[in-house]
């Protein structure tokens, strides 16, 4: 997911666990770890531009709502960066902690930067070219999308035996796992965890606890986006609602549309969502919640990544530009 950076939203994640530990470069970091030469050669080509919006019109339901809103970009940024890669979440927290450990210098202050730059471990250098800066698996054409350094032809190979789960593997909003007793484990897990989701995939549960009865780790089988990230997008859902009666009484058809897409997010079917975003006419607040774009899967360019824009009218500069472009179409006419 390209996360956008509008008017309203910049953020950066933080959390903290235990201090990776391991064999040291003479900068004192961990292998692994870029030396601050090599990080600061890189930011010194990257400029930082902060955003400061006039938010003074907008009413206090609809400042409410801008702060659960921006709730959910959070929670959507770590969905985008465990899409990308399957070690990034772990390896930031370990960054986070080496980083308190040692006093914050600038060898791991640049690194958090460049995480926070690169939405995940992996940079690119300023000969173009793509490398882990912290100790992860270098990048992978399917990402986390699918099993981690799984190649095409293994792909293409499991859908001519099974044509029948073509459709499910291939969907936008699957991850394709292998069939193995962990993995099944940890999915059913999450769809007992969450009786709502059971009810929306119905039939989904009853499918996997037959295979968890005979795993296979050669079998793929594909994990709806709501199961896979169900913790966050659960959440996801409660903050969007919150945000829709927040602003209900100022913006209604802005209300509506965040509550349809709080339901798109737990079936993975963005339809209503989309009909309420398209068809509204908002007020003062728009926003583009889900995962719609392709870029990342590498590998045949259907799985769609997570992306969060928060965007506030600027009322002064739209009336100007509404009345400049008056007449437009009888322009485009003639």
Not at 43 to 65: V, W
Request: aromatic fraction near 8%; include cysteine.
């Amino acid at each position: 997911m390209k996360v956008l950076i509008s008017s309203l939203l910049l953020m950066a994640i933080s959390s903290t666990v235990l201090m990776q530990t391991g064999k040291r470069t003479p900068a004192g970091l961990p292998a692994g770890y870029w030396p601050v030469e090599k990080s600061q050669a890189l930011l010194d080509k990257t400029q930082t531009i902060r955003l400061a919006p006039d938010l003074s019109h907008l009413t206090a339901g609809e400042r409410r709502a801008v702060a659960l809103l921006l709730e959910v970009g959070k929670l959507f940024q770590t969905i985008y960066e465990d899409q990308r890669h399957g070690q990034a979440l772990e390896a930031y927290h370990k960054l986070v902690a080496l980083d308190q450990r040692m006093g914050s210098p600038a060898a791991t202050k640049n690194l958090l930067t460049l995480y926070r730059l690169a939405q995940g471990p992996i940079a690119t250098t300023l000969e173009n070219k793509r490398e882990p800066f912290l100790p992860v698996d270098g990048p992978a054409p399917g990402a986390n999308f699918y099993p981690w350094g799984i190649k095409k032809e293994e792909i293409d190979a499991y859908l001519t035996a099974h044509p029948d789960q073509r459709d499910s593997l291939m969907d936008l909003r699957t991850v394709v796992r292998r069939a193995t007793a962990e993995n099944l484990r940890r999915d059913l897990g999450k769809v007992r965890q969450y009786p709502v989701l059971d009810v929306l995939h119905p039939g989904l549960r009853t499918g996997w606890e037959q295979r968890a009865a005979h795993p296979d780790a050669k079998a793929l089988y594909a994990v709806p986006y709501s199961i896979a990230w169900a913790d966050q997008l659960v959440q996801s859902f409660k903050l969007l609602n919150q945000a829709a009666d927040a602003v209900n009484a100022d913006d209604e058809e802005f209300a509506r549309y965040l509550r349809n897409r709080a339901r798109d997010l737990l079936s993975d079917d963005y339809e209503s969502g989309d009909a309420a975003w398209v068809t509204g006419r908002f007020k003062h607040l728009n926003a583009c919640i889900g995962s719609y774009e392709t870029y990342d899967d590498a590998i045949y360019g259907v799985k769609t990544s997570f992306a969060f824009s928060l965007l506030a009218v600027r009322p002064e500069e739209t009336t100007a530009l509404r009345a400049a472009m008056k007449g437009m179409q009888e322009l485009e006419n003639s």
